[in-house]
């Protein structure tokens, strides 16, 4: 997905969006209208939070009183969802590498801003939630404190203005369209992280464009580099999942050559939403027969244009043999790419076979290796045994 043209300059100081550039705010913005519109018996349609991601908080309004024809004024939504909005800002959840990014530019000096087109107190109570979020930005601008929201530059030029910086010292990453432009259109350098699955062609007027924070590169704009990537994977917070393996697609092992173990992705709707797509590596337990390294893809594998977001563990063994049913527990520890198309399917089994292998080097070194005895991993064994 990443999509680089030119790095025009080189910066000293970076501006970030909040809503679905930091935050996972996406997800809590289409549970509240759902449940919202139901009272006036409308059902949610998700195609329309594209349309809104990234607006005011006054033209998310203005557009769902308009294409659901509600009976109410769009200040009468506002004031019936805010509190419903606010009841959820406790559960919203860091996206990948937000916190890795603040920590990093804040440890290494870089001045940062948060301008977001949401109100200067809504955004102040979301960022209370996440430790050393607010220390962390030596300024912080609303909606509300400039005349015109994104994607009028204002707000960035008000950000740079507050930060006594030159413009072209600026770095701004946005994840949606009218933030892109916003940027843009302040003369700023925009590093674009589309929060809309599958349409970072949409964004060509970035940059760059990066699947996720966890691909940021602060080096190719002069800032400081991280330094956690070890022999090309990069070490996250482990995360679990477990599941009856079910059958996938059938393309595994007769397409590609490699048996992946699917789960139910309909289970997971929640998981998917809060990690990133790409190519993931891990300990893979299974119930009855031990526990193994694994490399998992999750996305939307644009060689084959999936419709839905999906997980595919493929298991490093050869088992010789299928094992639909049993029960598969599953715990992350690393990263290694972004998810990518490639030009021919040989080209794409070639990677897939790379990613194996740097799963299977990795998961010896000591950072890794040890979250083979995870609990979660052993308790399915466990009560495996129990019921043998």
Same mark, same amino acid.
């Given at each position: ?21 930091? $935050? ?357 064994? $466990? ?6």
């Amino acid at each position: 997905m990443a999509a680089t043209k030119h790095f025009p300059q080189m910066v000293s100081h970076v501006i970030l969006d909040l809503d679905g550039t930091l $935050l996972n705010t996406d997800g809590v913005m289409n549970e509240v209208l759902k449940v919202f519109l139901v009272k006036y018996g409308k059902r949610w349609d998700n195609k329309i939070s594209q349309k809104i991601i990234g607006r005011t908080p006054l033209e998310v309004a203005t557009a769902v009183v308009k294409d659901f024809s509600l009976s109410l004024t769009t200040e009468e939504l506002m004031s019936a969802i805010s509190p419903m909005f606010s009841d959820q800002w406790c559960n919203i959840k860091a996206l990948p590498g937000a916190n890795r990014l603040i920590k990093h530019l804040r440890s290494n000096g870089v001045t940062m801003a948060l301008a977001s087109n949401s109100s200067k107190s809504c955004i102040e109570a979301k960022i209370s939630f996440h430790q050393g979020w607010k220390e962390s930005f030596s300024v912080i601008i609303g909606g509300d404190e400039v005349t015109t929201g994104k994607p009028s530059p204002e707000i960035f030029l008000e950000a740079a203005k507050r930060m006594n910086v030159d413009i072209s010292n600026c770095l701004v990453i946005e994840d949606s369209l009218p933030g892109v432009a916003a940027g843009k259109a302040a003369g700023m350098a925009v590093v674009a992280v589309p929060s809309l699955p599958k349409q970072a062609g949409l964004y060509s007027s970035a940059d760059v464009v990066i699947n996720s924070l966890l691909d940021l590169h602060p080096e190719k704009w002069g800032l400081p580099p991280f330094e956690d990537w070890i022999e090309g994977t990069l070490p996250i917070e482990p995360w679990y999942i477990g599941g009856p393996v079910i059958k996938g697609f059938g393309r595994g092992s007769k397409v590609l050559g490699i048996p992946t173990a699917n789960l139910p992705a309909e289970n997971f709707s929640t998981i998917l939403s809060e990690h990133t797509s790409g190519v993931y590596f891990g300990w893979a337990g299974l119930s009855t027969r031990g526990i193994y390294k694994m490399v998992m893809s999750i996305g939307w594998n644009p060689y084959f244009d999936n419709t839905e977001k999906t997980i595919e563990p493929w298991l490093l063994h050869d088992f010789g043999e299928d094992f639909y049913g049993e029960e598969l527990r599953l715990a992350i520890v690393g990263y290694i790419r972004p998810e990518a198309n490639f030009p021919s399917l040989e080209s794409l089994i070639a990677r897939i076979h790379e990613d194996g292998r740097i799963a299977k080097k990795a998961l010896d070194l000591p950072i890794y290796a040890g979250s083979k005895d995870s609990p979660y991993l052993k308790n399915s064994m $466990l009560r495996s045994n129990c019921h043998s």
